[in-house]
């Protein structure tokens, strides 16, 4: 919901990828020159990332707290209509 840094795993090690605010599962980064090498020498191609989001395990009480009071103003469905 903030955003942030992330590690993630390429074909030339971890590189620190940044979320952007507001990122929902589903959303695709690009990684510029982090794929697989082209053929001859030439630069890597781009990596996509695509955006998981998940919940922390077990209950946690801001959060649910936080929620109930959020879902009086949010629709998840509003996009669909």
């Not at 979320?19 to 599962?25: E, F, G, L």
């Not at 510029?32 to 009480?61: F, N, Q």
Request: glycine share 14%.
């Amino acid at each position: 919901m903030l955003g942030g840094k992330v590690p993630v795993e390429t074909l030339s090690g971890t590189v620190s990828l940044s979320v952007p605010a507001n990122a929902n599962t589903g959303t695709v980064l690009r990684l510029k020159g982090k794929g697989i090498p082209a053929y001859g020498g030439e630069p890597a191609g781009d990596l996509y990332a695509r955006l998981i989001v998940t919940l922390p395990d077990g209950e946690d009480a801001e959060l649910k707290k936080f929620a109930e009071g959020w879902k009086a103003n949010y629709d998840p469905r509003a996009k669909l209509k």
